[in-house]
T-cell receptor, first 111, second 113 residues
Framework: GENVEQHPSTLSVQEGDSAVIKCTYSDSASNYFPWYKQELGKRPQLIIDIRSNVGEKKDQRIAVTLNKTAKHFSLHITETQPEDSAVYFCAARQAGTALIFGKGTTLSVSS | NAGVTQTPKFQVLKTGQSMTLQCAQDMNHEYMSWYRQDPGMGLRLIHYSVGAGITDQGEVPNGYNVSRSTTEDFPLRLLSAAPSQTSVYFC????????????FGSGTRLTVV
């Protein structure tokens, strides 16, 4: 089955810096790659996703890149703000199956 | 439109007891899944369903049963609770192939003593 590795497990940045979180997946049949943000005590919320026929997608300060050959995808957050502090999860899925998640990255943005 | 509704929000069980965590969605989503979240372990897939009458095991299915008799409901049964099942449980649903990802319920915090 699918296996998703996520790095780093913790990431501390200064406000205004960029943050990058990387994930690798094992199943070449996976074709959907979302990123979720989870604040303390809350449910995970989808922040951006990408499909396997697209190499990059941007939404304001957030972008995701996908390298199908290397089977890895990354989340890029620019101009970080304290409210970006949260746990971020990557996930992967192929058609007909459920999302498999990475173990998460705790992002801390200090002002 | 309530989205994904999970009940109860909190539960304390004694070892050996059984219970059912309820999950219902009103978005006509085909896919539904159960995850457990433990510190440092991320979200681990317990069971999932791609439609009414169809279920499959995930990464950590032992000790749990599911059924999907309707599109709306996907209950998770703990057969004989163990302390190792202390966790936060999330139910999630999505359309089959439409962009948008999973919608998560608010979670059930379960403690087994």
């Amino acid at each position: 089955g699918e296996n998703v590795e996520q790095h780093p497990s913790t990431l501390s940045v200064q406000e205004g810096d960029s943050a990058v979180i990387k994930c690798t997946y094992s199943d070449s049949a996976s074709n959907y790659f979302p990123w979720y943000k989870q604040e303390l005590g809350k449910r995970p919320q989808l922040i951006i996703d990408i499909r396997s026929n697209v190499g990059e997608k941007k939404d304001q300060r957030i972008a995701v890149t996908l390298n199908k050959t290397a089977k890895h995808f990354s989340l890029h957050i620019t101009e970080t703000q304290p409210e970006d502090s949260a746990v971020y999860f990557c996930a992967a899925r192929q058609a007909g199956t459920a999302l498999i998640f990475g173990k998460g990255t705790t992002l801390s943005v200090s002002s | 439109n309530a989205g994904v509704t999970q009940t109860p929000k909190f539960q304390v069980l004694k070892t050996g007891q059984s219970m059912t965590l309820q999950c219902a969605q009103d978005m006509n989503h085909e896919y539904m899944s159960w995850y457990r979240q433990d510190p440092g372990m991320g979200l681990r897939l317990i069971h999932y369903s791609v439609g009414a009458g169809i279920t499959d095991q995930g990464e950590v299915p032992n000790g749990y049963n599911v059924s999907r008799s309707t599109t709306e409901d996907f209950p998770l049964r703990l057969l004989s609770a163990a302390p190792s099942q202390t966790s936060v449980y999330f139910c999630a649903s999505s359309y089959r192939d439409r962009v948008g990802g999973y919608t998560f319920g608010s979670g059930t915090r379960l403690t087994v003593v």
